[in-house]
Every structure is written in C-alpha cells, then in structure tokens.
C-alpha cells in the first residue's frame, strides 16, 4: 500500500470510481496512460514518472477472480519489461501467430474441471484387506 499523501493524489487524477475499483481489485491506486487493451478485456498502463522503477506497468483485468495467464504472450512480453514497444506499436509482434504458438491463447486451468488429470500407470502398493471369518456355528 501506497503513502496517504500519494493515494490522495492519484484519487484526484483518477476520480472516485477508478480509485475504489483499483483499492478493490489492486490494493493499491494508481494512475497511468491506458497503452492499450487486449482482446480478453484486459487494460495495460504505465506511468513513468510517479511509479517506482520496475513497477511502472500494470495490468487491470477484466475478471474479478483474474491469474496471471489470463495475460496474452505479446503483452505479457511488455509488462514483464522484455520489450519496451506495447504489441500494438511493435512490429514483430503484430505479425501474428509464430508456428510453435497456439494459435488461440488459452489460461491456466489448474483447480478446475477441464484441469488435466493423468492416467496412473502404477500398481498400487497396497491392496485391499478381505476378512475371511468362519462361518459361525
């Protein structure tokens, strides 16, 4: 969490709205040039001049229940600081699709029913106990 005087600041920038949507999703408030958006919904910020270094880009997810590969690679690339230019100014990443990419992004399924679950190839190393009793008398 931000400084008082600070988080006061960027509520003047922002407004109201912003700024209780940023504490409730973010924790924190910022304010930034909107550099784009992504066609999940996602928007991408940065400010360079308020923000400490290597925390000047962020993202505000369409979701309210968001993870991190619900980010494109193109813009995962640029908030990530592997490239300085946004997908929508960079030429080699507005070529498309590289042929060793999947050809439509898909997030991280871990914790749900499409989750991948592997077939067990092993014997189990217990089995079962079958209690024989006499037959009473």
């Known amino acids: 969490m931000s400084t008082l005087s600070r ?11 912003d700024a209780l ?14 550099i784009g958006q992504d066609r999940f919904g996602n928007k991408y910020f940065e400010n360079l001049q308020d923000e400490l270094p290597l925390r000047t880009r962020w993202v505000d997810y369409k979701e ?8 494109e690679p193109g813009w995962h690339a640029w908030i990530s ?8 100014q960079d ?4 070529t498309g699709v590289r042929p060793w ?3 439509e992004h898909r997030p991280n399924l871990t914790m749900s029913r499409a989750a991948y679950k592997p077939y067990n190839t092993v014997k189990p190393k217990l089995s079962a106990w079958n209690p024989v009793a006499a037959a009473r008398q």
């Open 64 to 71: 309210y229940m968001f993870e991190p590969s619900q980010i």
């Open 101 to 103: 990419e999947l050809k």
């Open 7 to 17: 988080t006061l600041r960027n509520l003047r920038k922002t407004g109201i709205k």
């Open 21 to 34: 949507h940023q504490m409730q999703h973010q924790g924190d408030t910022k304010w930034g040039t909107l």
């Open 81 to 88: 600081y592997s490239v300085d230019k946004p997908p929508t």
């Open 91 to 94: 030429p080699l990443l507005q």
